[in-house]
């Protein structure tokens, strides 16, 4: 494997380990461990800033001229990286409101 199909492997794993993050992050607020919660939010960031290294490394290319081929495996990256960084900007908003509640 490599190339492309290497690049978007990556994006999706870092990518699964953030969603797991955050969906952990929510649960650990609606525990009402919130100090949890924040670390779990921290760590699907790390998990994020992986996974966008490895999208800007293959924007970055394109812009110098390389040709960078679509594929339906890459498109499928970029969707599930896109939802998560949403999932993680929606979870930070509901797990400061549960902190307000709680």
């Known amino acids: 494997m490599e190339g492309m199909e ?4 990556q994006i999706i794993a870092s990518v699964g380990g953030a ?8 649960r650990e607020a609606r525990e009402g ?7 779990k939010i921290e760590e699907a960031g790390t998990f994020l800033a992986e996974a966008h290294k490895g999208h800007t490394g293959l924007i970055q ?15 499928h ?16 908003e509901m797990i400061e409101m549960h902190k307000k509640i709680g």
Do not use: C, H, W, Y
Not at 20 to 25: N, Q
């Open 61 to 75: 290319k394109e812009a110098q001229g390389e040709q960078v081929p679509f594929s339906l495996l890459f498109m």
């Open 77 to 92: 990256a970029e969707d599930q990286l896109m939802t998560t960084i949403t999932l993680r900007d929606i979870a930070v």
């Open 33 to 39: 461990n919130f100090a949890e919660a924040d670390a």
């Open 19 to 26: 969603r797991s993050s955050v969906m952990e992050a929510l």
């Open 6 to 9: 290497l690049a978007s492997f």
